[in-house]
DNA sequence: TATGAATGAGTTTTCATTCAT
DNA sequence: TATGAATGAAAACTCATTCAT
């Protein structure tokens, strides 16, 4: 209505957004966190990243280790998310299919959350709540590896390891495909995720 | 190429001085850094945990980046030696069975040198010699798989990505053995070993 | 002499302002700078005790210190009335005791202005207005010190001594009953008021 | 030995000498405390009063919390000793005059650790053992008032109150006397410490 | 007038590194 | 070679103040 900088009308004023620097510093945080690490991922570097002013982080969260637990568990849930929703696929092998294909379409859209979840280690940095969302998604793959084992499809043996073999090998496409290091029809994902289905299911041959 | 002081940290040439100041600083660091990280290490810490005063770390090291390339390449080379060590083993099988094998029994030994190597993200951190190094022990366990490829042993499809999938599970039994996890008895580390083995063999069903 | 927006704040002239935000201002500012400290009270703390938004304090003040200075002014005016107003009492006896008198209720109906004017060390605070005031306030005590002097009733010496002297003793009394120590009959406060005449009156002995 | 800096050594080796830092630093945080107040004075003001490096604080003391307490406890004792030390004068007037004297050149000495002990409001700063020592002196005046209300000596009512009322004065003759406000032979001093035995003293006329 | 997000200078504190002994 | 006090740059965080709305 009053007339004013032509540009902050035209971007949807951003410079007074509240939302938006919110969003900016999560944005500048998950890159600089899982590219340099937390420690190397200075404030004064975090908001020349997010382009504000280094006092702003602390209006929006109360310390940078808050910041990285609310980025963290956010990455959780965008992983946990195909775990529960596949509840009603009834093979195992189907619903780690589905599980690691929603998985790599994440990685490929927000290739940061892969590294802040499954590679980085945060283990004194992470909060109870922190650690507890992933305890829930490991334990969410291994309640598939129970499932598999009393249907005859995974493998004897501690349901909790088959859930650490395949996670591993699933983290290995996911950080390729993060990456961009295949491009779309290169065998190699494909060739891994039967890798890592032969590496717990109970041989058949 | 050339070796110089870094065989000494290996060999404890310096067995001479009563003190052992450096081993006892290479012993402290290699424990701080694998437990609560490089950043949480500090130099106070470090020279405490050695029993030396802060100052004499650096009659030793440079700096505490060049302290953690130094056993990081230590513990490359233990690594890389039962690698190199097989290179007369025929059959591809037995030789990554040989290289697992002695890979856990260093595990066993020194159980903080599976973190340094194959858990923390050095990224930053790391030298050119260290990288090179460490490197290397992936072209070592690639070029095992290129020999398993020709004769047929190991899956088709880029050598360097069969190396990976094994690494990574074997990593998987490394991590749980150096963390005394397993009873010496217990049937896991033999089941991911196998279930390694069939993630990259060539399917013989 | 000039009083402005000073005498707004005692006078309650913006009643009309149904938030009566400056009001509120003041009263969170007294509280809160008595009982933390003028340090201590943040303005994020003293917005959010006022109930206002941290912007509204510097529409009514052109700084923290302004407020205080503020504050501090109108407290000493409380202080200096009844001074003023004994003017007429002849016997030096008399008028301090009903400056002490009237000083006691205002302790009663407001107990943090005691200590914003005679506990608080605002040294580095206070404009020269506000010292002035208190100056003021300091030297008409000294008057009728001088006065008693003159009469036989205050003992020999410096008037300003004596004034200081029943100063430091009142303000215990002040403290004490700001503090609500003594229940109403508690005989401590008449035995320090005789006692501060006794340190101040020529012996009678 | 070796030959080095003249100054130095004349000097006594200043730079290197660690007590010489703790006390600069003692010295500094001493002066300023009590000059500027706690809050105002800020570490690098502290440091370069002391002519050290801002982290040459911390090597020291581990916060400068700690620097106040250490200080005040010090100051503390300094007051405490006469107290203790007059125990065996019978009469507590000349108990009372003992304590005042020997504060008294406490006062000249050492002018900023009467503001320090009396005169700051340190309320949210001391731990609770610099306010056990406070405590503990406060309590050592007060038990000379319960003796001298057992001789007849000290008016009816609490000793607490009567211990008090004697600080309060005694205070005002010592914040002057630090001030050097009174050349040696001023009688204001004594004028003040007879009307402080007067304020308390079981009338006698 | 009131708001509250944004600012950036300033605070306390840490720590890798140096150097006189 | 070993010491450890001293350093000072840089860290995380605070807060009085501004200003577009």
């Known amino acids: 209505m009053t007339h004013q900088n032509d540009d902050a009308a035209a971007t949807g004023k951003r410079a007074r957004n509240p939302r938006n620097t919110r969003e900016r510093l999560v944005r500048a945080a998950l890159e600089l966190f899982t590219s340099v690490g937390y420690h190397a991922s200075t404030t004064p570097l975090l908001a020349s990243r997010a382009g504000v002013a280094e ?7 109360t310390s940078k280790e808050q910041l990285l637990n609310e980025i963290f568990r956010a990455a959780v849930r965008m992983f946990a998310a195909p775990v529960s929703d596949s509840a009603n696929i009834g093979s195992c092998r189907e619903r780690l299919g589905h599980i690691a294909s929603v998985w790599r379409e994440i990685a490929r859209a927000n290739p940061h959350v892969v590294k802040l979840v499954f590679v980085l280690d945060l283990d004194g940095l992470l909060d109870t709540r922190s650690r507890s969302a992933y305890g829930t998604l490991l334990d969410g793959i291994e309640a598939v590896m ?11 043996g501690s349901a909790r390891i088959w859930a650490d073999v395949w996670l591993r090998l699933v983290v290995l496409v996911l950080e390729r495909t993060a990456g961009a290091e295949w491009p779309p029809d290169h065998p190699a994902p ?12 109970a041989a058949t041959l």
């Not at 129970?146 to 004897?156: D, F, H, M, N, P």
């Open 55 to 61: 006092g702003t982080i602390y209006r929006h969260f």
């Open 146 to 156: 129970v499932i598999g084992k009393s249907t005859g499809q995974v493998r004897a």
């Open 190 to 201: 494909q060739q891994i995720l039967s890798s890592a289905w032969d590496a717990i299911s």
